[in-house]
Every structure is written in C-alpha cells, then in structure tokens.
C-alpha cells in the first residue's frame, strides 16, 4: 500500500520529459537561439552570438518550460552533416525548423530540406514549427510571404505554427517555444523514476 501511495505521488509530481529537435540550413540561426532561451527559461548567460561558431554536430540544451523538463538538440545544418538528422527523429516530440529569413537566395534550398523533414514517417504526427528567424534585419521577409513560398497550407496533418523571430532581439521566441512544448506535451508521458 505504501509503495502503491508513494508511486502515486511520484507520478503526480513528477515532469514530462519532451525532446525537441531544432534543424534548419547552416547559418539560420539554430544555435544562437538556443543560447538565447539558456537566458530567457533558465536565467543564465548563454555564449554570446558572436562567439558561436558553426555546429559540426550536436549541441543539447537542458531546461524547464511549461512544468516540462526539455531537452533541445540542436544539429549542424552544413550539408555534410545532414545526415545526422534522421538518428534523432525517432525520439523527437516536437520538431523545430529554422530560417533564416533574409537570406532569399537559399530559399529553394530551405524549402527541399524542410519538406524532406516534414515527409518523414518518424516525425508523423509530431508538432511542428518553423521559425521564421533573422526578422530584425530590414531585408527579412515576412512571414506571409515565407507561408506562401513553402506552401504551408497545405500542412494539415499535424499542429504546426509559422513563428516569426530574432536570435538577437529574442522578439518571438519564448512564444514560439510555449507553444511547441504545449503541443509536444500531448505526445509525452510523464517520467515516473523507480
Ligand atoms: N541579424 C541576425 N543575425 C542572427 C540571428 N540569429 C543568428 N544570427 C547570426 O547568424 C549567424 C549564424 O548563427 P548560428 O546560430 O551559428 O547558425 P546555425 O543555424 O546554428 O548554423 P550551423 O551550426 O552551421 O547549422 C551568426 O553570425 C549569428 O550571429 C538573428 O535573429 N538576427
Ligand atoms: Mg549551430
């Protein structure tokens, strides 16, 4: 009975655990945004934007949101190391893609790699957003535009969200990420330690 009341409690105050994979072409901004939520959800200094270099791998970052524990991945976009993506999606439960979106010149590349995420079977069903990132220079371009460009109409089939942003003004990212964990939340389950 004991144990029984004990395993109760735990699950009552245990936190869901949600992974979120963060992926989008080299130079859109993955890790500067990471760095940045390190000082909107967990209060401590993030490495300068500046001082970040190009992702050759992972970097993962680890914080509370929304009652939730998280955990980001944050992968390299330079074409060489795409190939990592895939090993993640399986354990994904919310998918983040971002763009940089001032850079036009890569848009068509932008949108190959997004819908080539967006069709895998591993990530079916899991929550999706697109953050429009790089609003705060005058030659982005907005996020009705970029909805037209990428045919995001046509996404039906899971909960998906266009989030304009800035890695650097931060403008529109701790929305952006409240959303993602509360619908990535409806796919995990509390973890309940033994
Ligand atoms: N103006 C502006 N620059 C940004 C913004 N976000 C990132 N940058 C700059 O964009 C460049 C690339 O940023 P990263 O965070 O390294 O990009 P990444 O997507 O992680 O790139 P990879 O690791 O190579 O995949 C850096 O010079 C950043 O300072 C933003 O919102 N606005
Ligand atoms: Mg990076």
Known sequence: MFSLIAGLIRYLFSKTEINVLILGLDYAGKTTLLEQMKGIFKKVQGIPPSKIP?????????MD?????????DLG???????????????????IFVMDSADVGRFEEARMAFDTVKEQGELHGVPLMMLANKQDLPEAIS??????????????????????????????????IHWIV??????ARPRVDA
């Open 65 to 73: 949101v929304g009652g939730c524990k998280l955990t980001f991945w």
């Open 143 to 176: 996020t009705a535009d970029i909805s037209v460009q990428f045919d995001m109409h046509k996404i039906t089939k899971v909960a998906f969200r266009l989030q304009p942003c800035s890695g650097l003004t931060c403008d529109g990212v701790a929305e952006g």
């Open 54 to 62: 190009p992702t050759v791998g992972l970097n993962v970052g680890k």
């Open 77 to 95: 976009g330079q074409v060489r190391v795409r190939s990592l993506w895939e090993k993640y999606y399986a354990d994904a439960h919310g998918l």
């Open 182 to 187: 509360d619908e990535a939340k409806k796919r």
